[in-house]
């Protein structure tokens, strides 16, 4: 592959079809690709999730919910509850000690309700007992006194001013506007179009647990899976009313989390209940609870419009975005923020005009899941650059190529993209890689429907799809984004071992793996000890936005740094030698012409060297009010798909053939994980574009169990091809870019293209129904 | 009720279980055996997948009285020792292990395919696996991982 | 909650009459599930598993004795020749896991329009033999024994002991959509069986009415075409306007609703294209038989 923009270009090619071999893992430095520490733990069953938690004396928490999307609670009575033999603690707002309020960016959401209900699930009072069928049916005794009110329920309509609030003061919760270039631009060519998307579901296979242990300092130790231990810390003391060193939490076992665990859930309940009881209390969601018990990606309609010279070049681009937030603000603001910002894809684009807007409803929360606000843009300018494309007569990937961003440019925001931009290159790459094979209707698998015997070949054609988005990685618009890592190097039995002390959320996309070959390479060490993660280190911020290789890796090497330049001082010292004049070289001091001086053990004696370091990545900037210009991200991401469908098109029914993607990932710290993410990834967008929506009626959860939230199986995921490209970021640590969500925002629009290109129907909602493609 | 029963070749005897709870409670809860794990119990991610008379079933299902007798296998029981059996063994090497928690019961939903069918093709590992849902891979690794085990596993 | 244990027939028919409250469970794929949802709280279990009698199938006389506990797994298995629709439907049935678990006998105690089993039941013609322990056995066609959404035409008293499924005499069919390629709740489903032997033609739909039901217009309209055309004896092609009538005739037997899993209008749409492409793939495979 050759270099973009003066970068050295490196291209890794993956084709997994035919893969009998093992990966070969290296010596466990970056670039390589050790086996994760936590592999065979987790291939026995005895790695710990936070739903294997146990603890002697143990009891059980419960949820008792609101059934109504809004209602007023006249009164609650919990007397025949606290009745039930073997019930512990029946409790409700009222024994919420600290403030009865939490939130990601605002704290507006009750920990239990008290005088209103604002959504069907919300939280309103707790059981804990020694059985958790026991405490179930001590739920149900609990009387709760509803007034029900009317529920908003169409976003659409809570923008009205005389549409009932959710809160006060109105149901706005962000108006995000942005303007760039002249105010009425003129175009010979205009298409526009209208699109929707569909509420997705995080869909973690872990449900929301935890187990929560009250201390004989009165305060409370919390395990729990999350993605951002000392956020929930912060959270959980105000309502707890208690000083952080009183409320300690650690990380357990995590089953996934895609953005759905970035919010409270069990948290402060569980805290609640074991303070109450003096007992430790466990708390594990089932799965339709767990439809209840995180918020969702937010529902969109939009409008689009882009104006374009008879050659496809863009001239302007308008967009109107609504997003539904919800009953509760959770992360809508940034989510709004990244719709605007980015929404219009990784086009060059002189002239624009967005609005996005994020309102309160009450329908079930929504905030951040993978790909945050760019997966329901995308799907919309990626469909609108094909109908460019048809209607200038350009070719579809062409066009792309046309105005894709090149290094250099400014994107609407006025932000100059200062480093790699492959548009055209990524796309030039899915372009170029095979097809697969033609329809062979020898077996019924390998058709749409599959063993469900609907085809034989009849009514199935082919499609092709193109897509190619972006998104930023790290927390924007001005937030302090950092990472803290604690680095100790020490010398047992002989030989050094570095332990790496980080609250950073491993989630199961291998960020461990990534801390230990940091320090291998930093510190020359073999064994390296991840520490368990908990809030005895400073905060590693969210695991989310595709940030914590880019910020915690950032803290790690730095801690590294601080410690290698420890122990080079205390070497320079013993040695009589400028430290400037040392190397750490394995576990050598050496000096400048690689002569042995002194070994790691000489140096360190019984001394531990530890360093702990925060690490903020480049400060971004808010954006302007009215204009929506500023220098709001640290770092962009490329990702660019194409997908092969075969469709039935007389029953609407739909086999993905293939999902091949490319991807600059600026370095592949550890090129396995890569491409497990890049798969998982596009898997996800994949669901969303064809099968997987929470259906909400009148605020009501219609489907909130794996029976009726689809996501894809193993005979619904086609084989993939995956080409990485690592254009070094130089501004980034390693110049890695973030690999996690680009993915799940191309890999959708690709899909639904191919769907549009097999169907020739416009298909402008996703997920895209049987019903969609038959018009019935 | 008291539950008797044969897990991972050891016979084990539970007290005062509630009818109403499965299999997967009583292995997960009260035999101190988690690593069946309890994502959806209603029988549609395949997480909780064990074996029952040498059966792969999802234990979330079987009451717990009706494994009363019976000879249970959990994930808990495959390996060797220390030494993995070759199917967990190629999950971790290949990558095939993300969050982790569709690993127990694709690697039982795994064993079971390579006992019935040694060398599978792909059709037939994603029809067998069709019942085991995993979020984190795209089941792209552990595609992988099934044919590196069936090759391993042909080898004497 | 109890948990009944029987390891006969006729202790489990007694235990049956004796505790109305009870919940017959045998593979535990829906009852579990209303368990571990809080749906259903009975005042005990009566679990089936244990009885021997109820895992074996046998032939008789031309008919499959299939005992209520015998699981779809040993359907597919054992039964694809004798009973081809209920084998294509079987393996539709879930998962790998919920077929070795679940059972034909479950399907019909439940009772749930969407089940796979029905339609090729009813397209096969198959009889449900019910059993009591004041009254003995009864046999219900599998057309009269569903009476509502989840409601069969069982007693309190009553257990299913087996279903009767004539042999397949001629090719069979199933189909079923969903909107994902495996493990899915059928949207709609259809089975047909040609009974050459007769001049006749069954059917069954699934997922599109409160019961599943035959499409008895279509199945006697499809069998008279073939007849006045003499089709079953020259064994011609199956015109493509009759399988298309044939299909229209099997969707306006359906009266489906709309749902999560779909419309009503596109369960119609899909019934008429399956029903179609149904009848053509078994007509087909009638005349490659010749």
């Not at chain 1, 959270?235 to 409270?264: H, N, W, Y």
């Not at chain 2, 040694?118 to 069709?130: M, N, T």
């Not at chain 3, 069954?204 to 003499?230: C, Q, Y």
């Amino acid at each position: 592959m050759s270099g973009q923009n003066g970068h050295p270009g490196r291209a890794m090619t993956d084709s997994t079809t035919t893969t009998v071999a093992p990966p070969v893992t290296g010596s466990g430095r970056i670039g390589d690709s050790p086996l994760r520490p936590d592999g065979t733990l987790k291939v026995t069953g005895e790695f710990a999730y936070a739903s294997d938690l146990w603890h002697d004396e143990m009891c059980w928490g419960v949820t008792l919910r609101s059934p109504h999307p809004h209602a007023r609670i006249a009164g609650i009575d919990i007397t025949e509850a606290l009745t039930v033999p073997g019930v512990w603690a029946v409790l409700t707002a009222d024994d919420v000690p600290g403030d009865n309020a939490f939130g990601l960016e605002h704290a507006d959401q009750p920990v239990l309700a008290s005088e209103f209900v604002r959504y069907e699930g919300e939280p309103v009072a707790l059981v804990a007992a020694d059985h958790p069928e026991t405490a179930r049916r001590a739920a149900k005794k609990i009387r709760v006194d509803y007034e029900v009110l009317p529920a908003v329920t169409d976003p659409r309509r809570a923008m009205d001013p005389d549409a009932p609030a959710v809160h006060r003061p109105g149901n706005l919760v962000r108006h995000l506007k942005l303007r760039r270039g002249e105010v009425d631009p003129v175009a010979p060519v205009v298409v526009s179009l209208d699109f929707e998307v569909g509420m997705q579901d995080q869909a973690f296979l872990g449900p929301e647990s935890g187990l929560a242990v009250p201390a004989e300092d009165g305060g409370v130790d919390l395990y729990v899976a999350t993605q951002w231990l000392h956020v929930d810390q912060r959270q959980i003391c105000l309502a707890l009313g208690m000083p952080t060193e009183k409320v300690r939490l650690t990380l357990s076992g995590v089953g996934g989390a895609f953005g759905g665990r970035e919010d409270l859930s069990v948290h402060v309940h569980a805290c609640l209940l074991a303070l109450r009881t003096g007992k430790p209390v466990k708390m594990s969601y089932g799965r339709e609870e767990s439809f209840f018990g995180h918020v969702h990606r937010h529902p969109a309609v939009m409008h689009y419009e882009f104006g374009a010279e008879t050659d496809g070049t863009l001239v302007y681009a308008k967009s109107d975005v609504l997003l539904d937030g919800g009953a509760y603000a959770s992360s809508t603001n940034a989510v709004v923020g990244n719709a605007g910002t980015l929404g219009l894809g990784p086009y060059r684009i002189p002239n624009v005009a967005v609005d996005a807007y994020g309102v309160f409803t009450n329908n079930p929360p929504c905030g951040a899941m993978r790909g945050f606000g760019c997966v329901q843009a995308a799907f919309a300018h990626e469909a609108l650059m094909d109908e460019l494309a048809d209607a200038v007569g350009v070719d579809r990937v062409e066009i792309r190529q046309r105005n894709g961003m090149r290094e250099g440019d400014r994107n609407i925001t006025g932000q100059i993209i200062d480093s790699a931009a492959p548009v055209a290159e990524l796309l030039q790459i899915v372009r170029d890689l095979p097809m697969p094979p033609p329809l062979d209707p020898s077996d019924i698998r390998a058709l749409p429907g599959a063993v469900g015997n609907t085809t034989h070949g009849e009514g199935v054609r082919r499609g092709i799809g193109y897509s190619v988005t972006y998104k930023n990685v790290g927390f924007s618009e001005g937030f302090d984004d950092y990472s803290t890592a604690r680095v100790r190097l020490e010398m047992t039995g002989g030989e050094a071992v570095a332990t790496v002390h980080t609250a950073a959320a491993e989630v199961g996309q291998g960020l461990i793996t990534v801390e230990q070959q940091i320090c291998r390479t930093e510190l020359g060490v073999e064994r390296v000890v991840v520490h368990p993660k908990n809030t005895s280190v400073g905060s590693g911020g969210s695991t989310s936005a595709s940030r914590q290789t880019y910020v915690t890796g950032g803290a790690v090497k730095a801690a590294c740094e601080a410690v290698r330049a420890a122990v080079l001082e205390r070497a320079s010292m013993g040695l009589g030698r400028p430290a400037a004049d040392l190397r750490l070289d394995g576990e050598k001091i050496v000096g400048t012409s690689g002569e042995v001086l002194a070994s790691l053990g000489e140096v360190l004696g019984d001394d531990a060297v530890e360093e702990t370091v925060e690490w903020h990545h480049r400060p971004t900037h808010a954006i302007d009010p009215e204009t929506g210009q500023g220098d709001a991200h640290v770092q962009f991401a490329f990702s660019a798909h194409r997908a092969v469908v075969d469709v039935d098109v007389e029953l609407g029914l739909v086999k993905v053939v293939a999902l091949d993607t490319a991807q600059d990932v600026g370095r592949a710290i550890n090129p396995d994980a890569v491409l497990g993410q890049i798969h998982g990834g596009s898997a996800q967008g994949m669901g969303l574009a064809l099968m997987e929506e929470i259906i909400v009626t009148d605020g009501h959860v219609r489907n909130p169990s794996f029976t009726d939230y689809l996501i894809p199986t193993i005979l619904d995921m086609p084989p993939m091809q995956v080409k990485v490209l690592e254009y070094a970021d130089p501004h980034a640590p390693y110049g890695v870019r973030g690999v996690g969500e680009p993915p799940t925002i191309s890999s959708g629009p690709a899909v639904a293209a191919a769907v549009r290109d097999a169907t020739k129907k416009p298909l402008r909602r996703v997920p895209i129904r049987p019903e969609h493609i038959t018009g019935t | 009720m008291r539950v008797t029963t044969t897990v991972n070749g050891t016979e084990q005897s539970v007290d005062d279980v509630w009818p109403g709870e499965s299999l997967l409670y009583v292995l997960r809860e009260r035999m101190g055996l988690p690593g069946a794990k309890n994502a959806c119990e209603q029988g549609e991610c395949g997480s909780c997948t064990v074996y029952l008379d040498g059966e792969p079933v999802c234990a979330c299902l079987v009451a717990a009285g009706q494994a009363i007798g019976r000879e249970v296998v959990t994930v808990e029981g495959l390996a060797d020792g220390e030494r993995l059996h070759p199917v967990q063994e190629a999950f971790v090497e290949c990558g095939a292990v993300q969050c982790g928690f569709c690993t127990p019961g694709l690697v039982v939903a795994a064993h079971d395919l390579l006992a019935r069918v040694p060398s599978p093709s792909d059709l037939e590992i994603r029809e067998a696996l069709a019942g085991n849902l995993c979020r984190c891979t795209g089941y792209e690794k552990i595609l992988d991982a099934v044919r590196l085990a069936a090759t391993r596993q042909a080898r004497p | 909650m109890d948990f009944l244990q029987p390891t006969t027939w006729a202790e489990a028919l007694t235990l049956r009459a004796e505790r109305p409250d009870a919940l017959p469970i045998a593979g535990g794929t829906d009852v579990m599930v209303d368990l571990n949802f809080d749906r259903r709280r009975p005042g005990a279990l009566l679990d089936l598993g244990r009885v021997a009698e109820l895992r074996e199938w046998g032939a008789d006389d031309g008919r499959i004795r299939l005992g209520a506990g015998v699981p779809y797994a040993r359907v597919i298995e054992d039964l694809g020749a004798q009973l081809p629709g209920l084998a294509m439907a079987s393996r539709t049935v879930g998962s790998p896991q919920i077929r070795i678990r679940g059972t034909v006998g479950g399907n019909l105690g439940s009772a749930s329009p969407a089940g796979d089993a029905h339609p090729p039941l009813l397209a096969a013609g198959a009889v449900v033999e019910i059993a009591s322990a004041a009254r003995g056995v009864r046999l219900v066609p599998a057309a009269e024994f569903y009476l509502g959404v989840k409601r069969n035409a069982l007693e309190p008293d009553e257990l299913i002991a087996a279903v009767l499924v004539p042999a397949a005499a001629g090719p069979q069919q199933f189909c079923k959509v969903g909107t994902r390629n495996a493990m899915v709740i059928a949207v709609s489903a259809f089975a047909c069986a040609l009974h050459p032997d007769r001049g006749a033609v069954g059917t069954g739909i699934g997922s599109a009415a409160p019961t599943p039901r035959r499409a008895p217009e279509a199945e006697t309209f499809l069998a008279g075409e073939l007849e006045a055309a003499g089709l079953w004896e020259s064994r011609g092609e199956l015109p493509e306007t009759l399988a298309a009538a044939f299909g229209e005739r099997v969707a306006a037997a359906a009266s489906p609703i709309d749902d999560v899993r779909g419309s009503a209008a596109y369960r119609l749409h899909s019934l008429a294209v399956m029903a179609r492409r149904a009848a053509t793939w078994a007509w087909n495979d009638y005349r490659k038989a010749a």
